[in-house]
């Protein structure tokens, strides 16, 4: 079973929103941190935000103040809310689950963790 299962993503011009869903695995889940990560053409995969149990949440300084994470523990389901949306967001978005909340989740999460991810485009 996939333990991760990205949706939302879709094309929007500048300035629109969208919201990604993850759907978890009770087991991935019952990770002290859920994350969202993102992957821009010709760039490297790099840590977007990230929740942990408690509900607190962290951001990149490049979606600070547009973007919201939450989650959901009765539905284990994590989300992305995504305003104010800039072409440099455009990207595949994959969540992850681990034991922190930063990006160094990058090194540890494996292989066989990640989902597909769904694509966001935005255009100008």
């Known amino acids: 079973q996939v333990p991760l299962r990205e949706s939302g993503g879709g094309s929007v011009r500048t300035g629109g929103s969208l919201r990604l869903s993850c759907a978890a695995t009770p087991r991935a889940f019952s990770a002290y941190c859920m994350l969202w990560f993102r992957r821009s053409p010709g760039k490297e995969r790099e840590w977007v935000a990230a929740?942990?149990?408690?509900?607190?949440?962290v951001y990149s300084d490049s979606v600070k103040g547009r973007f919201t994470v939450s989650r959901d523990s009765g539905k284990t389901f994590l989300y992305l809310q995504m305003n104010n949306l800039k072409p440099e967001d455009t990207g595949m978005y994959f969540c992850?689950?681990?034991?922190?909340?930063?990006?160094?989740?990058?090194?540890?999460?494996?292989?066989?963790?990640w989902g597909q991810g769904t694509q966001v485009t935005v255009t100008s």
């Open positions: 992850g689950a681990d034991h922190g909340c930063s990006g160094a989740a990058l090194q540890s999460i494996g292989p066989a963790d």
């Open positions: 929740v942990d149990r408690g509900g607190n949440s």
